[in-house]
């Protein structure tokens, strides 16, 4: 089992950065991967990003892809996703989720979730 913990949402504008934070406890951190899904109002849950448990391996979702980077590190067991280029459209609740592989993220374990909202 594995409890996660997500911070470093906010409000921003357009064309601004955030960057989320996702620590872990429980479970050894290592042996996950790790990613991010969001959800906004309204919406289904979104893929964003995914990185393997060496981190030698990243995913994004098209939407966010050349724009947000999800990046681990395993000695202080914290996943991070730095956004750039904020649009509106990335307005949602972003949440960070753990699986034993990253074609199994979503269906493992998910933190409470961070909002980030963006003006324009």
């Known amino acids: 089992q594995v409890q996660l913990v997500e911070s470093g949402g906010g409000l921003v504008q357009a064309g601004g950065s955030l960057r989320l934070s996702c620590a872990a406890s429980?479970?050894?951190?290592?042996?996950?991967?790790m990613g991010w899904f969001r959800q906004a109002p309204g919406k289904e849950h979104e893929f964003v990003a995914a990185?393997?448990?060496?981190?030698?391996?990243?995913y994004y979702g098209n939407s966010v892809k050349g724009r947000f980077t999800i990046s681990r590190d395993n000695a202080k067991n914290t996943v991070y996703l730095q956004m750039n280029s904020l649009k509106p459209g990335d307005t949602a609740v972003y949440y960070c989720?753990?699986?034993?592989?990253?074609?199994?993220?979503?269906?493992?374990?998910w933190g409470q979730g961070t909002q980030v909202t963006v003006s324009s």
């Open positions: 989720a753990a699986g034993a592989g990253i074609l199994d993220l979503s269906v493992g374990s």
């Open positions: 429980g479970r050894t951190f290592s042996s996950y991967a």
């Open positions: 990185i393997s448990w060496s981190g030698n391996n990243t």
